[in-house]
């Protein structure tokens, strides 16, 4: 028609190739959410386990996993698994091969694609509209399996942004911000809540953690909560190597990586066949030092 | 720390001012998701309604719409209205409020954002990430309300770009685009489909439809199905001016603009208040013609 | 070759349709440069229109121009005429028949082209560096003509930017800013060197100056030098309309657009014929107010 | 003023950190302003040594080269020095610091940026102009040197565009992809305008040579012009490693490197000092394989 030409005004937005692309999303307005859908503070377990939904869940109609998936390379423990089977889920990881490597903290989720993916021609609106929808749309999905007896109040939103970076070493490094972030984070926010569970108001709290170190804070917990943050069950502490229990996620973040994972399919005669199938697990590993890269060399190949 | 440069590779993606911003976005693999959930073919009620509903829908919680909204000032007739109230649902018209208009048809819908909206620093990213996804949010939080029995069995997704318009004309051209490429693919499908419950295989539809002109299209439609596209009831033509009945959005495409809405309140003595409230209403109307943009001179101001 | 891939990593950068695009010049270290050639303070007339030169210079080697070219629509003067015929001479505004206006203080210059030109796609770098290149070449090679005696003693560079205007409005806003800069710049200048001649180190004027408004500035030219800004013959000041002497080039930079210009051109049998071309002329017009604008209605149109 | 909204128009256009920066000029229109000139054909070696000229030319007024540079560190021959002192020229590689390297060939000339290069807070505008700028305006200042008694009847003008290797192998590939590209011209060139002399037109020329690969050319040369290219002298030839002979230059193209020079410096006391400079120096190198680089490791570290 005489109004074709204005497709032309739609800009090339093709990414540059040969580098690493990041698209990171964060929850729109969650303090506000979080308080809405009444959250523990200062970290909700379901909400980490559905963000995790959200990022890796995938199709499983057909086959059911047996038991847990293998364990971890780098700390041999099993990654956790799902508590039941999905009926045809399909998230961010499933939906987009081309996802290496996913990490997750807080309200935030950031999406490794490999350096040389053509997925949709490295158009950038494409990559960050799809993935914000996709891991929008899943968490909604998803929400009642997580949060049961607690409807939806509000709809949650997602911004996305594109990231790119041209070697392994600022990807590591970007990996590295993220996780740093997390552990400051935590720390800060444990404090806090404890602060503010034992009485004193979030003015206080702020006030008395302000411009504190690291230090102050695991003996703020050690003496006036009987916290100490390094004797604590492995799985609330932020491991040496990894560890694949739930409260650590709110420690280290949660890494997704595809892993081998053992599928057991009905077969036409009514027997079982056994098939390993590469799937997308939950880790809790230490990402900024370099054990795990060398285990999983595969990542950045 | 130390990792916080690689927040620098960052781009700025800031849209030019003083254009129009339009925001489309267009559901992924819709033809297959379609199918999947037995969408009425050409056109299913209840999918567009779903579509205008996760375009506009909005919080509700604390007051009930009285009845219709004001009749549409072009063609004197009262858009429709959603047959019960939301819960507090949150969708992309009210949740951003710069958008002016929005236009949507078969699976993909366009949001017009006012062309000096400093919203999010008019970055690229933010905008077309968080229209995505709330819309895919919505869609999925309303779709047991237009799909009552029909359980959701894949995750819908919607890709987003964003396009400038730099003067009214170019934009009043983009939305006649989009309304006159419903208008032909609405006149093919219908043929299309009619051919098919007629007994022809698909292929041998598209073969018969092949290069005609809309003449041959309307006259099959009457000599060989009966049906005379001009003098068929108003609400399943294309109208002179504005048709609101259902069918006619499968003709006309939705058109959601922003109107005056009566609102009761209950008043803490326990009587009530009449408050007149900006609501995003669907209309079914022409757009390409200029009657419309007489009527609306709000929208282009 | 094997190597032809690293073709696809040049972006495209194609500037949006339908907005008028500015490419502005502004020369590097131009401080340094123009001490080291010596040039007058504040305004060196030679500088100036070196660079209107090397904004508009044209070939002419066939024909001669007869006289002025035709005055003014909008003041009734004559545009400035180059003393000699150039020889074969290829500049911006001749060498971009799309540049529509120009606009020069300084050591910077503007250039405006149609805000529907297809030139080299309207790919940005091709623009921008095209229009750097064919100045700084023309400016180098034009240096002799305005400088006689002093010969290059640096290689002279100017840096250039992009930038898109949607409407006619802001377009004209950006000359405005452009020419509001050169008259308060200008205001400034001249009371600082004529501080500085009077006896005041550079510091000391600087200090005089600093904060002062308009008012202070044209009365401090007037009481202590004897200068009343406001009765300068005509060509010093800020004309109300337009005045095409050179010193007001000054004070109201240069504008260049392309006027009617008779030609006289030498025929086969010794006669001689006459032609009118549209040529680029050098004007010192306010372009702030409408009047202008008035009168040179092609150039928005 | 309240114009100065208008500066919000400009575009952020900040290169990607952490990859290489690579500028290629080329000539605008180059075919017929070597037409125009009288250029040798297929290479002037004037014209290929002003194109180095402009690439590298340096500040020299205060010293004085002793005599030529070191020999290339891979094949031991000296670059070629200019025949004379240059008085205060200022070109591409002296006066940006931060390229690396530069190779050119025909009337084209990269420019290899730093990968970290904060020149201009790379912003890509600045940088192209600003290349474009410097190149152009050295072309025409050198002109007369390298063009004697041939008046510029034209003005010389390059675009430029900006183009981002985010690894060391894609900017190598970069440069072997003009490097084959000059190998390919230039057998060609040299066939086609050895037939054109012999007599044959440029249209059967054309025709003989369409479609033939390296062997039938290097055979033509051969057999019907008595030329073997294989034992032509080394200069003439593309060389197993380097070969600094001029004519090589239309061959292996230009590649330009900073290189220890020995310089002589006048002291207060009439005696001399000597001293080492780096300094842009030209080579005629392969820069495909891998020699020429393990030779430069300080190039891509
Ligand atoms: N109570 C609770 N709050 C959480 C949890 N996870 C995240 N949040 C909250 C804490 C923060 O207020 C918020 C995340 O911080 P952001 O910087 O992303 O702020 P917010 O999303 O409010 O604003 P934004 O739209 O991203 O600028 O989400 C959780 O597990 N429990
Ligand atoms: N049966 C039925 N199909 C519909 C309806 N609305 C949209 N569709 C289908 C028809 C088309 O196959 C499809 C929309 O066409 P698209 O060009 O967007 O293709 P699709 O979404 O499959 O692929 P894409 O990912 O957008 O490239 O959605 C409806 O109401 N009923
Ligand atoms: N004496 C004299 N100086 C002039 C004339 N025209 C321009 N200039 C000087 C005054 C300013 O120092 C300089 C222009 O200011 P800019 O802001 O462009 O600074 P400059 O070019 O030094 O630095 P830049 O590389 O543009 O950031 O050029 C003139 O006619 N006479
Ligand atoms: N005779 C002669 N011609 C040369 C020499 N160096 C370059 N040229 C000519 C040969 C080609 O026609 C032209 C370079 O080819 P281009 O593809 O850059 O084309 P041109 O510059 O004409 O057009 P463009 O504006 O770059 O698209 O310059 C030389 O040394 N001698
Ligand atoms: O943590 P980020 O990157 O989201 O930081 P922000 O302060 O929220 O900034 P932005 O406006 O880029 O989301
Ligand atoms: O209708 P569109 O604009 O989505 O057209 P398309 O052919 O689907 O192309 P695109 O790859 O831009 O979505
Ligand atoms: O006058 P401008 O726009 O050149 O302003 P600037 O302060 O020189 O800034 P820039 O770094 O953009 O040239
Ligand atoms: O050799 P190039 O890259 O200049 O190729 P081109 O065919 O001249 O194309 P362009 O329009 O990009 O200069
Ligand atoms: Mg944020
Ligand atoms: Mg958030
Ligand atoms: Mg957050
Ligand atoms: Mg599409
Ligand atoms: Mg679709
Ligand atoms: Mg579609
Ligand atoms: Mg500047
Ligand atoms: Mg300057
Ligand atoms: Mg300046
Ligand atoms: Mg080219
Ligand atoms: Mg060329
Ligand atoms: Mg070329």
Known sequence: SKYEYVKQYEADDRLLPGCWIVVRLDGKGFTKFCDLHGFEKPNDERALRLMDEAAKARASGRSLRRGAPRPCRCCRRSPHAPGRALLLPQAVMSEFQDVRLAFGESDEYSFVFARNSQLHGRRASKLVSLVASCFSASYVRFWAQ???????????????????????????????????????????????????????????????????????????????????????????RKPASCGCGCLVAVLQGSIVIRQRVMHVKQTADGGTKEKERLEPCVLHCDIIRDAFWAQHPELLA
């Open 146 to 236: 997580h949060f049961p007896g607690t409807p939806l109040a509000a709809t949650p939103m997602f911004d996305g942004r594109v990231v790119l970076y041209p070697s392994n070493h600022t990807l590591r490094d970007y990996l590295s911000w993220r996780q740093a972030d997390t552990h400051v984070n935590n720390l800060y926010n444990t404090c806090f809540w404890a602060l503010v569970k034992s009485g004193k108001s979030t003015g206080e709290a702020h006030e008395q953690l302000r411009g504190t170190l690291s230090d102050y804070k695991n003996e703020l917990l050690f003496s006036q909560f009987g916290l100490n943050y390094n004797t604590l069950p492995e799985r609330f």
